[in-house]
């Protein structure tokens, strides 16, 4: 392909998004109570988005994230779903629509079932619910996102991975199973679904300690990975907003893990 002419929006000289460009758009974090989901929803508020916060359980740690975007003048909704229920998944766009009065175009897939198991120890049951929390309710949102956007809306998907996806871990088997399968989902649904949504994938490493025994954090020391840190919630936010500030990119992953997928 020869490119003989450049086509660019105003002067061509800005780099970045401007300050609160998400205005006028309408965001729903799955997960969004605390931790990482917690730290994007705040981050979409400060750039001007409404959001809708998800939670299944942490009823009082949303409304806390809810008063703090609100106490920072942003807007925002609360809405309850367990995901591993089919109807829940598939009704729960449309249900978030309707609590903020105005169509969701911005989903953020970052609930998920996190727990070491490996081949022997893992269940049906466990099977299950690790598919259905991290792989089919992300697809069934995605497809609620898309039967509530007008027509001419542009959307945007942002799932949340794992680099467990480059190098998969046994001890952690059905968990980095539903994973691959998300990783392969975000492709998938980036070409099938544009030009109007664009779909792009955040693979974390380690952000914060796990809240189940065992986790990286007590077998990745700092010092062996390349950046020498590792990832800062505000790493995982300033990532999300790099998606949804540059259209040219969709059916993109990147990796936030201090260069871990390197070793």
Not at 117 to 138: G, H, I, K, S, Y
Not at 226 to 248: K, Q, S, W, Y
């Amino acid at each position: 392909m020869t490119i003989d002419r450049m086509a660019t929006d105003g002067d061509g000289r800005s780099f970045r998004p401007p300050r609160g460009f998400l205005a006028g758009r309408t965001a729903l974090v799955t997960g969004a109570a605390r931790r990482v989901g917690r730290t994007l929803a705040l981050a979409l508020a400060h750039e001007g988005a409404c959001v809708v916060l998800h939670f299944r359980t942490s009823e009082t740690e949303a409304s806390d994230t809810a008063t703090s975007i609100i106490e920072q003048g942003g807007t925002c909704h609360l809405v309850k779903g367990d995901l591993a229920e089919t109807e829940a998944a598939a009704d729960l766009v449309e249900n978030a629509a309707v609590v903020a009065g105005q169509p969701i175009d911005i989903l953020v897939n970052n609930a998920a079932v996190f727990a070491p198991a490996t081949a022997r120890q893992t269940t049906a049951e466990a099977w299950d619910r690790f598919q259905a929390v991290n792989l089919r309710a992300p697809f069934l949102l995605a497809q609620g996102l898309v039967r509530q956007l007008p027509p001419g809306t542009a959307g945007d998907v942002i799932n949340l991975g794992d680099t467990r996806v480059l190098s998969p871990d046994a001890g952690y088997l059905p968990y980095t199973a539903s994973k691959m399968g998300l990783h392969d989902l975000t492709r998938s649904l980036a070409g099938a679904l544009a030009p109007q949504v664009r779909v792009n994938e955040l693979l974390l490493g380690p952000v914060l300690p796990p809240e189940v025994p065992g986790g990286e954090y007590e077998h990745v020391p700092r010092e062996s990975l390349p950046t020498r840190r590792f990832p800062t919630l505000d790493d995982v936010a300033g990532g999300m907003l790099f998606f949804l500030g540059n259209p040219a990119v969709t059916g993109q992953f990147l990796c936030i893990d201090g260069g871990g997928h390197l070793l």
